[in-house]
Every structure is written in structure tokens, then in C-alpha cells.
């Protein structure tokens, strides 16, 4: 079959398999060195991530979302206390805020940006906020260090939702080293995999303390809250492998993200504009439609056979969600940007002949 451009169809992965030749040994030395959350295994690959990003601490725990909630441990707050996000992120990242109990105040982004919008975070800013949380979103890094500097004192930490940021820089910089606390995702649709899993990082070692408990039900002391939400030894293991190749995995996919860039000469979009410093991590490349709405394009590219993350959620702002419209605050750039926007996968498993295909797809796109 041949389509409407004369290019035959094929159909483009939308994640990789991650498999590196060091997963069955080190799965071999979880089974005869444990299993559990607390095994050897875990602190090693804590360590490995520790090491590679410079931090501190890490705490490895079972899910991205887990990250999220036992990031929020490490924050000072009171039942029905406010945490800023931007209505951009994914419901991932806002329903452990609700499931704590927290109130989520969303706050618009900057144009063209996933970044907190400066104005608007003042105006959110209150009483009874206690954190804010930023997401930079498909690998593209915001300006934590701005929105830091906005914040009053260390009375309101800044947390990093880094699922699609692993090995995202700015000014040189991992992101982590920006925000009081960051916490990831190893789901197996992120950038690197463990199946379900995910890891805080924080340098402070008493909100390092904290956290820490509260993956392990307070350990048990019966003096704080918590539950258990540690990861397992077999995760462990594979996120040991793993971890060991983030840097040559993160060279892959910013040369696909070249290759494509170089080839794609289309007018009627653009790559979201990247902050000053900033060095995305090839998670997936972000364009933006230019004056028209980006739903097309994304519906272009999906009938093409190359998924786009956007066709698979409709992004919306969260607020515009059933769950989530007793927090509705007008987000118009937020609103704009999501409709703006498609994703194109960079990950490893793409050869040049499929990057070359998604390019000269593209580039016959015409928005009519
Ligand atoms: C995927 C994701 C999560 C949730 O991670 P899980 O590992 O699926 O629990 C949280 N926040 C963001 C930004 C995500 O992309």
C-alpha cells in the first residue's frame, strides 16, 4: 500500500527494550544475594545513581509514582496544605498529591514553555502552600533555577518531577542538582527501565532521613508516618545493569535526535524552543506546530505509523479532568502550548532508515 505522499507505511516503535548483556548476571546476584528492598543489590544500584548524577542520596523506590509521594515526605505540610504544579504534567504526577491528602494549584507555564510562568507563580504562592512541583516535560528542561530563586527561603522546597528528564542538563548541570528534592520514573516506557520502578535524590541529608522512613512504614518505629514503597532486588538489578549504560543510552538518543534535526526543513513546525543552557535528553523529540493547531499534525504523523504521546493522552490541562475541575484555575498558556504539540521518538532501537522515514514523512506534511 502506498499513502497519500507516495512514502510506503511502516510502523514505528514507540519504546525500545532497554536489554543490555549485563541484565541475566546481575539478576543472578539478586537470587543468591536477596531479594527484598533492603538487599545489597538495591544500595548498590542507589550508589551507581548517586555516582553518576553527583547527589548524595538516593532511594530507590517501586514506582514513579511512589517517587512522587515519597518526595512529598520529605516536605514540612498539613493535611489540605497546597503543592504548585503546572496543568501540563501528566495526572501521574498530581494523583499522589490528591492521595495524600494535598491540594493541587495549578499554575500556568511561560509561553512556549513547560516552565512555571513567573507571574502566575507569584499569584499562586500563599499561606498554605508547601511545595512547588515542576515537570519538565519529554526530556526539554524548564528554569528551575529561576523558579528556585522565586521561592521564599527553603520554607517552600522546589521538587523536580523528573520521569522523562533522566540526564537532562542545564548550564552543564544535571537537573537534580536544582531542586531540594527530584524524583524519577524507571517505568518501562521512560528512559531507562526496570519494569515498574522509580528513585528520589535530595543532598540534604536530614530530608534524605525522612524520606527514607517513610518508604519503610516509618522504620517501624511507630514515631512518623509511612508505608512501604521500596523497590525490590530483581528491579534493582536490572536498574544496576542499566544504570551502568545511561551515558552511551543517552549518546544514542542524542544522535537520532541530530539525525532527525538536520533532515527535518518543514515550515509548518518547529522544535519547542529549548532555555538558555539547556540540553534536552533525547526521551523524544517536541514540535510545535507553527500557526495551526497542532491535533493535524499529530494525527498526520499517527496515520503515518510514528506515535506521538500526545495523540495517546489528547493533552489537556489536568484541571479540564473530572477528578481534578474543583481545582480549575485558567492556564491559557498552558492550554495553548498542549495544542500546539506533537512528540516523534528518538529512543535506541531506531535505525537510520526509520529516523530518515519519520523525517521525509514529516517534511510532507502540509497543514492544509
Ligand atoms: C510516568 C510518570 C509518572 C509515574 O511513574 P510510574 O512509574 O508510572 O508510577 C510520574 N510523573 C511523570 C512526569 C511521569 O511521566
Known amino acids: 500500500m502506498i499513502n497519500n505522499v507516495g512514502i510506503a507505511p511502516r510502523q514505528i516503535a514507540e519504546t525500545c527494550s532497554h536489554d543490555t548483556p549485563d541484565d541475566i548476571a546481575q539478576l543472578s546476584r539478586a537470587l543468591l544475594t536477596g531479594l527484598s528492598g533492603t538487599a545489597r543489590i538495591v544500595a548498590d544500584y542507589e550508589t551507581a545513581l548517586a555516582t553518576t548524577y553527583g547527589v548524595r542520596h538516593v532511594i530507590a523506590v517501586s514506582s514513579g509514582a511512589a517517587a512522587v509521594a515519597a518526595a512529598l515526605s520529605g516536605v514540612n505540610w498539613r493535611s489540605g496544605d497546597e503543592v504548585i504544579v503546572a496543568p501540563t504534567c501528566p495526572i501521574c504526577t498530581v494523583l499522589p498529591i490528591l492521595s495524600l491528602g494535598l491540594r493541587p494549584v495549578f499554575c500556568d507555564v511561560a509561553a512556549d514553555s513547560f516552565g512555571l510562568d513567573e507571574t502566575d507563580l507569584r499569584s499562586c504562592i500563599g499561606e498554605r502552600t508547601c511545595a512547588v512541583v515542576e515537570v519538565p516535560m519529554w526530556g526539554y528542561p524548564n528554569r528551575p533555577d529561576r523558579t528556585r530563586a522565586l521561592l521564599p527561603g527553603t520554607r517552600i522546597p522546589l521538587i523536580q518531577d523528573l520521569a522523562h528528564a533522566h540526564l537532562t542538563r542545564l548550564n552543564e548541570t544535571w537537573l537534580p542538582h536544582y531542586s531540594e528534592i527530584s524524583c524519577f520514573s524507571t517505568h518501562d516506557c521512560k528512559f531507562i527501565s ?27 518505629t511507630g514515631e512518623s508516618v509511612g508505608i512501604n514503597l521500596k523497590l525490590g532486588g530483581l528491579q534493582a538489578a536490572l536498574g544496576l545493569a542499566r544504570s551502568r549504560r545511561l551515558v552511551p543510552h543517552l549518546d544514542a538518543r542524542l544522535r537520532n535526535r541530530e539525525r532527525l ?13 529549548i532555555a538558555p543552557g539547556g540540553m534536552p535528553n533525547g526521551y523524544a523529540l517536541l514540535l510545535q506546530a507553527v500557526g495551526h493547531d497542532g491535533r493535524r499534525l499529530v494525527d498526520y504523523q499517527r496515520g503515518h505509523g510514528i506515535p506521538s504521546d500526545i495523540g495517546k493522552y489528547d493533552n489537556r490541562p489536568l484541571y479540564e479532568l473530572p477528578l481534578l475541575a474543583a481545582y480549575r484555575r485558567t492556564c491559557p498558556n498552558a492550554a495553548n502550548l498542549l495544542r500546539s504539540l506533537t512528540t516523534v521518538p528518538l529512543h535506541p532501537d531506531l535505525g537510520d532508515d526509520e529516523l530518515d522515514y519519520i523525517a521525509r514523512v514529516l517534511n510532507d506534511y502540509v497543514p492544509a
Open 194 to 220: 526496570t519494569g515498574e520502578g522509580g528513585f528520589v535524590m535530595t543532598d540534604d541529608d536530614a530530608r534524605a532521613e525522612r524520606i527514607r522512613g517513610y518508604t519503610r512504614f516509618g522504620n517501624l
Open 261 to 273: 534535526l538536520t533532515r527535518l526543513v518543514n515550515p509548518a513546525f518547529r522544535e519547542l524552543p
